[in-house]
T-cell receptor
Framework: NAGVTQTPKFQVLKTGQSMTLQCAQD?????MSWYRQDPGMGLRLIHY???????DQGEVPNGYNVSRSTTEDFPLRLLSAAPSQTSVYFC?????????????FGPGTRLTVT | GENVEQHPSTLSVQEGDSAVIKCTYS??????FPWYKQELGKGPQLIID?????GEKKDQRIAVTLNKTAKHFSLHITETQPEDSAVYFC?????????????FGGGTRVLVKP
């Protein structure tokens, strides 16, 4: 059981370039999310998905697209990278445990946009 | 929407002493409050959580208390050890919220000095 995996681990982009951050989980969780982490701001939700074919916007969705064609995969696309998107990106999957949804986070992708 | 504030932003304690981190939330409908620990270079990991119908929950050296009237909750770590050094995040959400849309506090960097 690999849990939540993310690739790449590090990425440097030039302003205006596009790229896709990959996320996969092997726990058969329905829910998946993308967060960005910036110093002093905790984690902020970008997009989330409640199941294959269903996605919705979080707190900071501008400049990002997602799709969920399978239960396992939830890629995050940067359409035209900007320096403000320099951040660490975390993917998470979750299931309902009783008290609430227990989230499992991937190891993160550190993105720098120059 | 929900707003979560977390204090202090940094906390330095002597090994064996206790550490306390406090969070306040704004949405009175929030009813699930997880705490995450993030070690350097890794994704956050759930360490304890509490539901709104419970005032306190303990798990070995960590405990969480919730005051729903005042809308604040706290993490207590007793007998701190060097391996407790990490960044800790509180979060709040409604259990019924689709996809578990967590709102995170800004994080507390805890350093345990041997």
């Amino acid at each position: 059981n690999a849990g939540v995996t993310q690739t790449p681990k590090f990425q440097v982009l030039k302003t205006g370039q596009s790229m896709t951050l990959q996320c996969a989980q092997d726990m058969n969780h329905e829910y998946m999310s993308w967060y960005r982490q910036d110093p002093g701001m905790g984690l902020r939700l970008i997009h989330y998905s409640v199941g294959a074919g269903i996605t919705d916007q979080g707190e900071v969705p501008n400049g990002y697209n997602v799709s969920r064609s399978t239960t396992e995969d939830f890629p995050l696309r940067l359409l035209s990278a900007a320096p403000s998107q320099t951040s660490v990106y975390f993917c998470a999957s979750s299931y309902y445990k009783g008290a609430g949804y227990e989230q499992y986070f991937g190891p993160g992708t550190r993105l720098t946009v120059t | 929407g929900e707003n979560v504030e977390q204090h202090p932003s940094t906390l330095s304690v002597q090994e064996g002493d206790s550490a306390v981190i406090k969070c306040t939330y704004s949405d009175s409908a929030s009813n699930y409050f997880p705490w995450y620990k993030q070690e350097l270079g890794k994704g956050p990991q759930l360490i304890i959580d509490i539901r709104s119908n419970v005032g306190e929950k303990k798990d070995q050296r960590i405990a969480v208390t919730l005051n729903k009237t005042a809308k604040h909750f706290s993490l207590h770590i007793t007998e701190t050890q060097p391996e407790d050094s990490a960044v800790y995040f509180c979060a709040a959400t409604r259990r019924e919220a689709a996809g578990n849309k967590l709102t995170f506090g800004g994080g507390t960097r805890v350093l345990v000095k041997p």
